[in-house]
């Protein structure tokens, strides 16, 4: 999979193909990301590529020419390389990103990534040329560089080869619609704190019913419209109800928590 990012700090992108999982899979040819700067992209002789607002207010935005050239361009290269790409820009106003959006990102051959600053792009650019509008979140980051870095860390290790474990993304939280369950390490006892009995117990039916049923009370205790959106089996129902029988049991004020809600 290709991502060319249009960017004006290209130097950022360090943070995400210098080391670990995104570097690696950089290294064995599974993804490849381009980075290119539409300042190069300008033709006048100071290189801008912002100008103040219509109608007055705070900030810069960034120009249509060298925005759309640097798209251009990159979706050029990309075709030559046999990749026909979809032209994304990220911004607070895009569809809020979630993982199974990810996995339909992943499934794409290639994508132009635009990571504006200032106040953002000007607007008939995103006419003209964007495809989709995406947001990591509701808040507001002074660029949209780490915006592209989250989407793609979140793309490239869902590719094949890309994780050491063949089903650790089976079995990421949000990969089947749910919150993780708890992880535990050596030692086995930390002061008071005990590793639960059932992961020692080397019954893989067992432990693995034990996560689920983990997975199904932590989101129902945190993220409840998770859940509400997803739905549950029979046999998911009846593992949470236990999981929160006991939870009620032997910690009171969690259950008390929600029904005050
Ligand atoms: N920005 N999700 C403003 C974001 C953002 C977000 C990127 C800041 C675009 C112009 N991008 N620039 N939230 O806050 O994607």
Redesign the pocket.
């Given at each position: 999979m290709r991502f060319d990012v249009i960017t004006l700090f290209p130097a950022q992108f360090t943070a995400l193909t210098e080391e670990g999982v995104v570097a690696r899979a950089l290294q064995r040819r599974i993804a490849e990301i381009h980075l290119r700067n539409p300042r190069d992209d300008t033709t006048d002789v100071h290189r801008s590529v912002d100008d103040r607002p219509y109608g007055g207010g705070p900030g810069m935005v960034m120009r249509y020419a060298p925005l759309r050239a640097a798209i251009e361009a990159a979706r050029a290269e990309a075709a030559a390389a046999g990749v026909r790409s979809r032209v994304a820009y990220?911004?607070?106003q895009?569809e809020r990103i979630h993982q199974a959006k990810i996995a339909r990102i992943s499934a794409a051959p290639g994508w132009v990534l635009i990571?504006?600053?200032?106040?953002?792009?000007d607007e008939r650019l995103i006419e003209d040329c964007v495809d989709e509008e995406?947001?990591?979140?509701?808040?507001?980051?002074?660029?949209?560089e780490l915006?592209a870095m989250v989407v793609m860390d979140a793309v490239i290790r869902l590719l094949p080869g890309a994780l050491g474990h063949a089903d650790s993304a089976r079995q990421d939280s949000h990969a089947n619609g749910l919150l993780d369950c708890p992880h535990y390490t050596r030692p086995e006892t930390i002061a008071d704190q005990r590793v639960p009995q059932v992961l020692l117990s080397g019954d893989h039916r067992a432990i693995e019913r034990w996560r689920l049923q983990q997975a199904l009370g932590r989101t129902w205790q945190r993220r409840p419209e998770l859940l509400q959106e997803r739905g549950m089996s029979d046999v998911e129902q009846q593992l949470l109800d236990d999981y929160l029988r006991e939870a009620s049991r032997s910690r009171p004020s969690v259950g008390a928590e929600q029904s005050e809600q």
């Open positions: 990220l911004s607070p895009g990571a504006g600053r200032y106040e953002g792009v995406w947001s990591i979140g509701d808040y507001v980051l002074s660029g949209g915006a």
